[in-house]
């Protein structure tokens, strides 16, 4: 408790309250816009944090932009029909008609508001959970450790969009991708073909940004024509009746804990949290028909459940180290780069660093529903920005922000060809959130397992004979077993249904 | 029909480039040696990792190829996204092209950041506005007050050594 009054007592303060502001209006402003996203704005952001004076502002900055990213996605998805940030597409089936009908402010006042309700809900599961399962995680071992990864990537891939098979290799193929330079167990070098350069592996921010911006940059440039059709913003309407709070409060209570449970699911991100708290909330209604029609149940459940899972990611990353979600995944990797391990024993070692991770989210909620109630008319003007302008500035501060890394050119040349990479996979509909949790992951799941395997002598009973692990690695089986189970089925009944 | 096919040619294309690199990996693993002081070693997990891969790569060439077939599911082409835009792939291209001259550039310092970044800057900005008069000074006044600012930040703020 008091780790957590110290830090939220911190942020409370003016430079710290700064940053917060600074990262919920970014990250709002970024997420309105169609083609930006939160993790292009977080991972272009990490690198400037090394010069800020301390860590914990570098954190309250992430975090911030982490929440109003997701939440500045409503803006675009309600006047465009264009989701900002992906965990938006539900919000335009409803945003949008509401939007025509002239119902612009509600819309947004809707969205706005479940977002904060979401955030809230999802923060009290966060801080109720999060000290209890640090405590629980001090107990694990490295085979728990090990089929924890193994059931977060099995999760992600059966999870995220695609089929079963593309989620699982874009998953192996980021884990294949962290493997080069020095073996960290025998000091040995692997997978280096001879480059010197490659000795010291790619590091994980240039791949970050090669993944997540440059390849979205080049398919943003290939879609620039891509005709859009505007409403204007108004604040007619915006704050919630004391009516529409009666109507809805069942709706926000439901669609919260569904997105902080779904967001609690290692890997899994905000998208599925709204596409599940959306489908619960049409199969619930009297009037499910109406759903898709500019109905404000529609506009509630995916907002409220698409902040909430930011919580419900926040969980598995304070408490396991494991990333709840794609921006939880660079979250770690700037808790890394600052030289914090994440994972249980930083309750213990270093307690301000997850309280102020969750102060931030509580903190940063508050704000994104005052900055975006007051400011939603003039976000709406900066959606539509000219991205010839846009796109080369961000391009730039990708291939310097990679360079300034170390001072070498190698990691401007892997930013550049992960980059490629990215677009390729995904021209083929392979997901690329599997791929970079992977890389993330493998260097854990590795040396945890090798830890195993030295403590049992090379037997792998364990796995099977310790509770925890048995039960991860069943859970991992049952879900690789099921999607691949109900891939085939879909594609056995789209035939029947061809044949008849 | 003919952008499915020639889609599902590309996919077929990208999965046999995963699988040529797999093995090679798996290749180059073999001439690691043993370790003495652990069960795995260095070469297991990639190998494994490699093997898997390849696994899922056949997997899904065959899957590719299958739908590929003219009997196959007839509907599948309508739920493709409709495209009502030219898609700009030659000018992703061009901007790609540009990073890499930038990046190498970069890396031989052949011209002071303080010039090369707003001309890198301009040269995308050009190729994306095409070349209208219109924007040609917002866009040389963007890349120079963008690129310099840019450049004497990271240089005096950040202590990054730019060329």
Redesign the interface.
């Known amino acids: 408790m008091d780790a957590f009054l110290s830090a939220t007592g911190h942020i409370l303060t003016p430079a710290p309250l700064f940053w917060c502001f600074l990262g919920v209006a970014l990250g709002a402003i970024v997420g309105a816009i169609p083609g930006l996203s939160g993790s292009m704005l977080i991972t272009m952001t990490v690198p400037?944090t090394?010069?800020m004076g301390s860590y914990y502002d570098a954190l309250i900055l992430l975090v911030a932009m982490y929440v109003g990213s997701v939440s500045g996605g409503l803006v675009s998805a309600t006047l465009l029909r264009m989701p900002g940030t992906p965990s938006s597409i539900m919000t335009t089936l409803d945003g949008y008609p509401m939007a025509q009908r002239g119902q612009v402010g509600r819309a947004l006042g809707l969205g706005i508001t479940a977002s904060f309700v979401g955030g809230l809900i999802s923060w009290v599961f966060l801080i109720g959970l999060s000290p209890t399962l640090a405590v629980w995680a001090t107990y694990f071992g490295p085979w728990e450790y090990f089929t924890m990864v193994l059931m977060a990537l099995v999760l992600i891939a059966s999870l995220s969009q695609g089929s079963m098979?593309?989620g699982?290799?874009a998953g192996?193929?980021g884990?294949?991708a962290s493997?080069p330079g020095v073996?960290p167990?025998?000091g040995?070098l692997?997978?280096t073909?001879g480059f010197d350069s490659w000795a010291g592996g790619f590091s994980l921010l240039p791949v970050l940004l090669g993944v997540f911006v440059?390849s979205q940059?080049?398919?943003y440039?290939?879609?620039?024509?891509?005709?859009v059709l505007r409403i204007a913003a108004s604040n007619e309407g915006i704050f919630m009746s004391l009516a529409d709070w009666k109507r809805q409060a069942t709706n926000l209570i439901r669609s919260s804990v569904i997105g902080t449970w779904i967001g609690i699911l290692p890997g899994i991100g905000a998208s599925i949290g709204s596409i599940c708290a959306y489908t619960a909330a049409k199969n619930l209604s009297k009037t499910p028909e109406k759903f898709g029609t500019g109905i404000d149940d529609g506009v509630v459940a995916s907002e409220a459940a698409n902040n909430a899972t930011i919580g419900g990611a926040l969980v598995p990353l304070v408490t396991m180290g494991i990333p709840g979600s794609v921006i939880d995944a660079i979250l770690i990797g700037a808790l890394l780069m600052h030289n914090l391990q994440p994972g249980p024993l930083l309750f213990v070692t270093n307690p301000e660093v997850p309280y102020t991770i969750i102060s931030t989210h509580l903190i940063a909620n508050c704000m994104m529903l005052v900055v975006m109630l007051l400011s939603v008319k003039w976000m709406s003007k900066l959606i539509l920005v000219p991205?010839?302008?846009l796109?080369?500035?961000i391009?730039?501060?990708c291939?310097?922000g990679s360079?300034?890394l170390q001072?070498r050119?190698f990691d401007?040349?892997v930013t550049?060809a992960f980059?490629?990479i990215g677009f390729?996979?995904e021209?083929?509909k392979v997901p690329l959130a599997p791929f970079v949790i992977g890389f993330i992951l493998a260097v854990l799941a590795?040396s945890e397992?090798?830890s195993g395997?030295?403590a049992s002598?090379?037997s792998i009973t364990p796995l099977f004979t310790r509770p925890v692990a048995a039960l991860f690695l069943t859970v991992s089986i049952f879900m690789l077993v099921w999607s691949f189970w109900s891939d085939s089925r879909g594609a056995r009944l789209?035939?029947r249904d061809?044949v008849e | 029909m003919n952008d499915k096919r020639s889609s599902g040619w590309f996919e077929v294309a990208v999965y046999s480039a995963l699988l040529f690199i797999v093995v090679s990996i798996f290749w180059s693993t073999l001439s690691l040696p043993a370790s003495t002081r652990e069960p795995l070693g260095s070469a297991s997990i990639p190998q494994i990792v490699s093997v898997l891969i390849g696994l899922l790569c056949v997997i899904l060439i065959w899957r590719t190829l299958a739908e590929m077939r003219p009997a196959a599911d007839p509907t599948a082409e309508a739920e493709d996204e409709a495209v009502s835009h030219r898609r700009r792939t030659d000018k992703a291209a061009i901007c790609l092209g540009i990073a890499i001259a930038f990046a190498f550039a970069l890396q031989q310092r052949l011209l002071d950041a303080v010039i090369l970044t707003p001309a890198f800057l301009l040269a995308l900005m050009l190729v994306l506005n095409g070349f209208r008069p219109r924007t040609i000074l917002p866009s040389v006044a963007i890349a120079l007050i963008v690129g310099i600012t840019t450049v004497y930040a990271f240089k005096n703020f950040f202590y990054i050594d730019l060329p």
């Open positions: 400037l090394f010069f098979a593309k699982l290799l192996f193929l884990m294949l493997m073996d167990s025998t040995m692997r997978l073909f440059v940059v080049l398919k440039i290939i879609d620039a024509e891509r005709p991205t010839a302008y796109m080369p500035i391009l730039m501060f291939l310097i360079y300034s001072n050119p401007v040349w550049l980059g490629v390729v996979l021209k083929v590795e397992l090798r395997l030295m002598a090379g789209r035939k061809l």
